[in-house]
Each structure stands twice: as C-alpha cells, then as structure tokens.
C-alpha cells in the first residue's frame, strides 16, 4: 500500500513487511557545504535536493551535482555566526508548501540580524517564492513574514524545525529563548502560554493570521504544543500522520516525544520536568499533574551524548524492512538509534551507529533529512550529506 503523507507529499511506501534489516551504508551524495543543518527535497521531486546552510544558504543539489549559485542567499538578513558549535544562530528551517510545484511558495525560519529600529532583531518565520523564469533559484525578495520573536532570545535553545502536517497545516519548533543559568528557563516560557517561545506552533500559511481551529486557547494563538526546552527537530510519520518530537535536554536527559496524528494541545513539561525527572518540587502545575506527557523516550548523558537529533519514520523503498522505524541520533556522540512506535509503545529498539559507522564518519549529526520517496539521509555538521542506504 502506498500513501501521500500527511504534509501532502508524494507517494510513499506505507505497507511495513517486516523481515530482518539489511546491513547498512552511509552513502554520500553531497559535499562542500558551509556548516550545513538541514536537507529535503521538492514535495513532488525526489531528485533535487536542498541543503539549509546555516550561514544564510540554501544549495540546491541537482541531478547529483551542487550547483554552484546558492537556490537562496539571505546572509545579508540572518544573524552572523560565530564558528562554534555553541552558536545555535543562523538559518535553521526550511520547507515546502504542499503545492510547491504549482505555487512556488517556501518558508524558512532563521534569527534576524538588526536591520533598524523597525527591524530589531528576532526569531523569524518567513515566505519566500520560486524565481518565475529559473526553477533553481529563488526570488531574492521575501513575500511575507509570519512573526518575529524579539524578547528573551539567546544564543541557543532557538528551536529550528519547519514542516508541514495533517490538513497542510506549518508546524515551527521554538526553543526556550536560550541562556545558561542554574534556574532552568528563568522567564517560565515553556509553561507560558502567552509566548510562542518553549512551544511547537501549528500555522495556516493559507489563511495567515487567522489561527487554524483547535489551536490552544487562552494564550498566543498559534500554540499548539508547550513545555519544551528546544526542539531542534521533529517529523511527522507521513503514512500515519503520528507527531515525533527530538526536544534537546539541559543538564540531565534527552528526549523523544510522540503525539498521535492530531491530538496536539501537550504539555511536555519543561520546566516542570526533565525527561522523567521532577525539576520544581511541587509547584505547579506540578511533576505529577495528568497535564504533563511524559517522553517516550529519554536517555542521560553518561556515554557522551548530548544533545538529541530527532529524525524520520523510514517510508523509502530501498529498505523494505525498515519502514514504519524511527531513526533518530545524537548531534555529540554522532549515535544513530531507532525506535518502533506501537499501540502507544515501544514495541522495539536498536542501535545502527556501528552498523552505519556514524561515530567515526560524522563531525557532528545536525539533522536527518527526508526526500519525496521517503529515503533518509544524515545531515553531516563537517559539510557533507549522507543516505542511509542497504549495502
């Protein structure tokens, strides 16, 4: 059985047959990036290929060759980065409308640099278009902004990902605001409802500014999701439209989060709560409170893991028996793992990075990336990108 994702992607594998894993390969296909951070494909194609440039950058690699003029360049707009892995700035989120191939339209989400004292600097969610004559670059001008996020943001703990979800709704990751202090999240922005900061945000680009129906209430209306501390990646399963959230831990645990398809509105606890750990004592709403959802999975930092990459459920075709897997990592110690999400579960887990050899080929795992046929690949921070392909 095939499907067409819950973004609106293209056709899918969505049968899961099971059956032993193959060994498996990191193959590059790419080289040559500036401290890359993200790649993905055209909702309808396949076989170009865009890689997020943290700098300001998006390269569009076609028919396997990265073309030498960058598809966008907004480093004249993205906030300067310093060459530090402790630099969480820059352009950190790119995707597709689900109509791409007809409209043109994409989103990126990146840190403003301070233009004037209209223009303050900020986390940004913006629209750009397609160039109309050349489908390899962009127009240069934005079409429009979402928001700008101006107060209580750091360094880091900006959050990242963009991707669109059931109904062809924008889901944007939003970190905590940032900050190294002994008092986690000192302005309280996970628990805030009236900030878009500690929050996954649910957009109607379509419809933009009105807030798509079963948002939370009472707060900033584009929250759909709060209490997370920085998730720098999340997916949706695109045959069962299942939420999975990698939200980078502070001092103790990291942490993946499932939502079933739709069901938005949680609480994932920060910074009440550190994976299973209660931060606050019993102040409210409190460790034990029914409002909190614990992850699914969390893991400490005793092996040199540190900071979590939320990956993909694998829906290609190369790798039969891996369909319907979660392949997630960690961006330190370069560990590729997977998990089975069943009946609200974990039905199976397994560990790839020896398999893959990721540890020894990585100089830090910044992120998975998915193209239209559901084939994975690993985002490598040293310039490079990966397949995750069967011997």
């Given at each position: 059985?095939?499907g ?15 059956g ?16 890359p951070?993200?790649?993905?494909s ?15 950058r998006?390269r ?12 966008l ?13 402790e630099?969480e ?21 990146f ?7 209209t ?17 390899d670059?962009?127009?240069p ?7 700008r996020?101006?107060s209580?943001?750091m ?13 062809r ?6 970190g ?10 000192p ?13 996954i ?8 500014p ?20 920085n ?48 931060l ?5 709403p409190?460790c ?8 699914v ?22 790798i ?11 961006f330190?110690?370069r560990?590729?793992w ?9 039905a199976?887990t ?26 994975l ?15």
């Amino acid at each position: 059985m095939t499907g067409t994702g819950a973004g609106g992607h293209g056709t899918v594998e969505c049968d899961e047959p099971g059956g032993t894993v193959p060994p498996l390969k990191l193959t590059e296909v790419a080289r040559g990036f500036d401290r890359p951070l993200y790649v993905t494909s055209e909702p309808a194609d396949a076989g170009r290929l865009y890689v997020v440039e943290q700098i300001g950058r998006i390269r569009l690699v076609k028919d396997g060759a990265v073309q030498e003029e960058p598809f966008l360049d907004i480093t004249g707009i993205v906030a300067p980065v310093a060459t530090s892995y402790e630099d969480e700035r820059g352009l950190l989120g790119l995707a597709f409308h689900p109509d791409y191939a007809e409209n043109g339209r994409f989103f990126v989400y990146f840190n403003a640099r301070r233009q004037s004292d209209t223009s303050p600097a900020g986390l940004t969610l913006m629209e750009f278009r397609r160039s109309p004559s050349n489908p390899d670059v962009a127009a240069p001008e934005s079409t429009r902004s979402y928001f700008r996020i101006t107060s209580g943001v750091m360094g880091n703990h900006n959050g990242g990902m963009l991707a669109f979800g059931p109904a062809r709704m924008l889901y944007v990751g939003v970190g905590d605001g940032g900050g190294q202090t002994d008092n986690p999240d000192p302005n309280n922005n996970g628990q805030n409802l009236e900030v878009k900061l500690g929050k996954i945000l649910r957009i109607d680009v379509d419809n933009h500014p009105t807030a798509p129906a079963g948002n939370v209430t009472g707060g900033d209306p584009d929250v759909w999701d709060y209490g997370l501390r920085n998730p720098w990646r999340f997916s949706f399963d695109r045959c069962r439209g299942d939420l999975y959230i990698g939200d980078v831990g502070g001092r103790l645990y990291e942490e993946i989060n499932i939502e079933p398809s739709g069901a938005g509105r949680r609480n994932y606890g920060w910074s009440v709560t550190e994976g299973t750990t209660c931060l606050q004592g019993d102040q409210e709403p409190g460790c034990t409170s029914p409002t909190i959802t614990a992850p699914v999975k969390a893991y400490d930092h005793e092996l040199g893991d540190g900071s979590v990459t939320g990956g993909y459920v694998y829906r290609g075709s190369r790798i039969p028996s891996l369909r319907g897997t979660y392949l997630y990592g960690d961006f330190e110690s370069r560990r590729v793992w997977t998990l089975t999400w069943r009946d609200n579960m974990v039905a199976a887990t397994s560990n790839l990075s020896q398999d893959l050899g990721s540890v020894s080929t990585l100089q830090g795992l910044a992120s998975f990336g998915e193209d239209a046929a559901g084939e994975l690949y690993i985002v490598n921070y040293g310039g490079s990108i990966f397949r995750i392909d069967p011997e």
